[in-house]
C-alpha cells in the first residue's frame, strides 16, 4: 500500500516554517534578509534566484517532509 500526504501548507505551517529556516539559510549563506513577508515562494520573499532557492530546498526540504510538526485541527 502506497499513501501519499499533502505537506504544502495544509496541514502544516509550511509560510512560517520558510520564514524561519530560510531565514537562517540566506542570512548564514548570502548576508540576505527577508525583503518581503507576503510573497509565497522562498525566492520572492528573499529576493533571491530560483538557483539559490534549489539550493535552500536541497538543504532543507527533506528535514521539512519529515519533521515538521503538523497544524493543530489540521484536517
Known amino acids: 500500500m502506497k499513501i501519499g500526504v499533502d ?3 495544509l496541514l502544516t ?5 520558510q520564514l524561519d529556516y530560510a531565514s537562517k539559510f540566506y542570512y548564514e549563506r548570502y548576508k540576505k534578509e527577508i525583503i518581503n513577508y507576503t510573497e509565497y515562494e522562498t525566492c520572492d520573499i528573499f529576493k533571491v534566484s530560483r538557483e539559490c532557492d534549489d539550493e535552500f530546498w536541497k538543504e532543507y ?7 515538521v510538526n503538523v ?3 489540521a484536517p
Open 7 to 9: 505537506i504544502d501548507g
Open 71 to 73: 497544524r493543530k485541527f
Open 61 to 67: 526540504f527533506l528535514d521539512y517532509s519529515l519533521n
Open 13 to 17: 505551517d509550511i509560510e512560517q516554517w
